[in-house]
T-cell receptor, first 113, second 114 residues
Framework: AAGVIQSPRHLIKEKRETATLKCYPI?????VYWYQQGPGQDPQFLIS???????DKGSIPDRFSAQQFSDYHSELNMSSLELGDSALYFC????????????FGQGTRLTVV | AQTVTQSQPEMSVQEAETVTLSCTYD???????LFWYKQPPSRQMILVIR??????QNATENRFSVNFQKAAKSFSLKISDSQLGDTAMYFC???????????FGKGTKLTVNP
């Protein structure tokens, strides 16, 4: 069965650079969620989208922005990267905002040096 | 704000034995969802089991079962017949129905020994 696809799987950036993370939800899923998991930490909710509109927002820095496109894939844009942004970034998807049926991707590991 | 507490940072169990992971939460809501997620060394987040607060019956998925005590705000996970592949970090999580975010605990690192 198709799963949530995240790309790239690994990314290394320097401080002050920009990074773009992509998420391709499971086919027919219209809701996407982004989480950040720092080293040794629990995942923290960043933002979610339903039908291409932002639907909920968590502790997402102003330097980060995200959107969901017409094909339901989502991109998380991170600018002015800081060392503290180094983390595993998860995307999850579900159908019709049913977070109880959300499936996670394998994550993108971002390292800022 | 909701909080989720996992008081056991690390646990270990022998293969084929049973282990119970603890989770407590704090909320003023009467209806909500509780989850256990498994994160193996591959770092993939895998849903293990889900419980709806308005259901009194404890959820069960094969070797995994929960003990949901709503009044005590407790949601423990029991793993029976532990297998080496159960070695992972286990996160307890909470979600309000009208919200879209999961609130996670700090996790319990479980090691299954041969």
């Amino acid at each position: 069965a198709a799963g949530v696809i995240q790309s790239p799987r690994h990314l290394i950036k320097e401080k002050r650079e920009t990074a773009t993370l992509k998420c391709y939800p499971i086919p027919r899923h219209d809701t996407v969620y982004w989480y950040q998991q720092g080293p040794g930490q629990d995942p923290q909710f960043l933002i979610s989208f339903y039908e291409k509109m932002q639907s909920d927002k968590g502790s997402i820095p102003d330097r980060f922005s995200a959107q969901q496109f017409s094909d339901y894939h989502s991109e998380l844009n991170m600018s002015s990267l800081e060392l503290g942004d180094s983390a595993l970034y998860f995307c999850a998807s579900s159908l019709d905002r049913s977070n109880t049926e959300a499936f996670f991707g394998q994550g993108t590991r971002l390292t800022v040096v | 704000a909701q909080t989720v507490t996992q008081s056991q940072p690390e646990m270990s169990v022998q293969e084929a034995e049973t282990v119970t992971l603890s989770c407590t939460y704090d909320t003023s809501e009467s209806n909500y969802y509780l989850f256990w997620y498994k994160q193996p060394p591959s770092r993939q987040m895998i849903l293990v089991i889900r419980q709806e607060a308005y259901k009194q019956q404890n959820a069960t998925e094969n070797r995994f079962s929960v003990n949901f005590q709503k009044a005590a705000k407790s949601f423990s996970l029991k793993i029976s017949d532990s297998q080496l592949g159960d070695t992972a970090m286990y996160f307890c999580a909470f979600m309000k129905p009208e919200s879209e975010k999961l609130v996670f605990g700090k996790g319990t690192k479980l090691t299954v020994n041969p």
